[in-house]
Structures are given as structure tokens and as C-alpha cells.
């Protein structure tokens, strides 16, 4: 059973960076597609991120485009999201998620097996 273990949540002021990362155990996760979902309160958990299984194909939510970077380091079995001049609108409970697929990126919430228990991040302005 794969399991996912998100940290560097935190609390930021505005135009601040932070580095999430979602480290794997039980299997590598060079096998997986990955993901990096937020929910906020009130509002339904959306993608932000996303990475195919080799790491060749990444997508982005139109919010975060130009800020958000995920990447991986499977030699660490770890998934990354390095967000840059972070807004309060990015306030949210950030999670990771993988689906064992070798096709392209996945967008699908729905789609993805395993979910990390998610991390805070708070913005102030």
C-alpha cells in the first residue's frame, strides 16, 4: 500500500515562498502519476498541479501558473511543490495524490488512489 506524507506547510505573509513535499512509502513513486490538489473552506478541493509518471508532463491550474512548480526526486521517493509569491487566495489545505498509470497527466480528482493526510497553508496579506 502506498502511502503519502505531505509537510512544509506553514504560516506566510504575502509574496512569500514555501516548499510542500509529499514523501512516499511502500512503493517508489517513479511508478505513479502525481498530483497536488488545495481545499479551502467552503469550496470544493481543485488541482493545482500535476505530473505525469515519469515527471515528463506537467499541467497547471490557470491561478498558479507562473508561481507553482511541482517536481520529484525519485531518489528520495519525494514530490514537491515549490509555490512562489503566494497570495491569500492560495489559502487552502494542500494535499498530494497518486494513480499508478504510465499515460500522460491526470487531472481528475476522482481519478487518483492514494491522498496524503494534506497540510496547511495560510496566507495573511
Known amino acids: 500500500q502506498l502511502q503519502l506524507v505531505e509537510s512544509g506547510g506553514g504560516l506566510v505573509q504575502a509574496g512569500d515562498s514555501l516548499s510542500l513535499s509529499c514523501t512516499a512509502s511502500?512503493?517508489?513513486?517513479?511508478?505513479?502519476?502525481m498530483g497536488w490538489f488545495r481545499q479551502a473552506p467552503g469550496k470544493e478541493r481543485e488541482l493545482v498541479a500535476a505530473s505525469s509518471w515519469g515527471g515528463g508532463s506537467t499541467r497547471y491550474a490557470d491561478s498558479v501558473k507562473g508561481r507553482f512548480t511541482i517536481s520529484r526526486d525519485h531518489a528520495n521517493n519525494t514530490v514537491y511543490l515549490q509555490m512562489n509569491s503566494l497570495q491569500p487566495e492560495d489559502t487552502a489545505v494542500y494535499y498530494c495524490?497518486?494513480?499508478?498509470?504510465?499515460?500522460?497527466?491526470?487531472?481528475?480528482?476522482?481519478?487518483?488512489?492514494?491522498w496524503g493526510q494534506g497540510t496547511q497553508v495560510t496566507v495573511s496579506s
Open positions: 495524490a497518486a494513480v499508478g498509470t504510465r499515460g500522460g497527466v491526470v487531472l481528475g480528482l476522482n481519478q487518483y488512489d492514494y
Open positions: 511502500g512503493y517508489t513513486l517513479s511508478r505513479y502519476a
